[in-house]
């Protein structure tokens, strides 16, 4: 994990996997059955928490580099490992799942402009396309990973995981009441 994120800082964002404190925080959000999409699985500290811990009905694993993503697919078996930027790649899947989780590692503040933007974008229009459908996202900052574009989506703290390196908190995104329309 090292070597890549000196490889490639922007896009890893992490010089360690996420501790299993951060893991079961992340996967505590999910309930039994549950469809899972995770993006920027890494080096699957989160994915090997969502299987031995949820049962996920449905779980698709997203990452963008090719590395990673060979190791993914070595280590979980049947789950289906999309190699490739989410933004680039959820659009060829067969269908959206309703309701859906997607669990997030994606370093929101590392990203280029324009990663940054295509992948928000890609999040909030599969969020507001159900109220089913939520991210959980974790920054190493006390502060929401980024500012949705649409006021209908709001950001939840849910914990702080101080046995991380560095700690993180956990956030959730969902659509919410537009403050502007509501009576």
């Known amino acids: 994990m090292l070597q890549r994120f000196f490889d490639n800082p922007r896009l890893i964002g992490a010089i ?4 299993p404190a951060l893991a079961r925080a992340m996967t ?17 500290a989160i994915t090997r928490q969502i299987l ?3 049962g996920a009905e449905t779980l698709v694993v997203f990452e963008q580099d090719p590395y990673f993503a060979e190791c993914l697919r070595r280590r979980v078996g049947p789950t289906r490992v999309v ?18 989780v997607i669990l997030s590692s994606v370093p929101f503040k590392s990203l280029s ?3 940054h933007f295509k992948t928000v974008d890609a999040i909030c229009r599969i969020l507001l396309a159900s109220p089913n459908r939520r991210l959980i996202q974790y920054t190493y900052f006390n502060r929401p990973p980024f500012v949705p574009r649409n006021a209908n989506l709001r950001w939840r703290y849910l914990t702080r995981v101080w046995s991380n390196i560095p700690p993180a908190t956990v956030w959730e995104l969902r659509a919410g009441t ?3 329309t509501a009576g």
Not at 28 to 44: D, H, K, N, P, T
Not at 83 to 100: K, N, Q, R, S, Y
């Open 16 to 19: 360690s996997p996420s501790s």
């Open 28 to 44: 505590r959000q999910l309930a039994e059955g549950m469809a899972v999409f995770e993006i920027g699985a890494g080096s699957g």
């Open 52 to 54: 031995e811990s949820t």
């Open 83 to 100: 190699e490739g930027f989410f933004h680039d790649t959820v659009g060829a899947l067969d269908e959206i799942p309703d309701p859906l």
């Open 113 to 115: 402009n324009s990663l």
């Open 178 to 180: 537009d403050p502007k």
